[in-house]
């Protein structure tokens, strides 16, 4: 990996997912794997940045319609029923990068799970010269997961940080990376935060 061509990209680390006071906080929606991750990843994105690369954070959004009330999935609606006005809106609180990770290089906001459906993840790693994707987040069966796939298909290498992403339950997280080994590199935050100090 060369620095200048490796970007950290993580998925969905928001104030609505990981705050005790958004949306999935409020709900009681959240799991210690998960709040676990911003200070994990964090001394990799400093290393990272140090070393000349790139910070990318892709956001869960809710696209507020007339009125104020989100656009929301029928699946979301049905699995997340306690969402509603003002969640992941832009500019909001919720849909905001949690503080440890602040500031990121650039902000995706997606409406999916992947941060490559319909956002300009693509156009902004193409102008910046980026072929490696260091990714992380959450969670690891949805928006990991699927970036990771759709990053396959574009020609785009990824490592996925084995510790630098949780799911709900701990054994669909397991059985997740055991899915994408055949697509991705692997590895915990300790061994990327190594390859990093290696890069030249």
Known sequence: MIAERTALLTIDLQNDFLHP???YGRAGQTAEAITALPDRIAPLRDALIAAGGTYISAQFTLVPGRGGAPLIAEHLRR????????DFTPGGFGHALVDR????DFTIEKVAYSAFYQTRLEYVLRRVGIDTLIIGGIVTNGGVASTVRDAHVRDIHTVLLSDGCAAFREDVHDATLASLGSLSEIMPCDAALKRIGEMQ
């Open 21 to 23: 006071e958004g949306a």
């Open 79 to 86: 699995l997340r029923p306690f969402l509603t006005k003002g």
């Open 101 to 104: 990770l602040q500031p990121a």
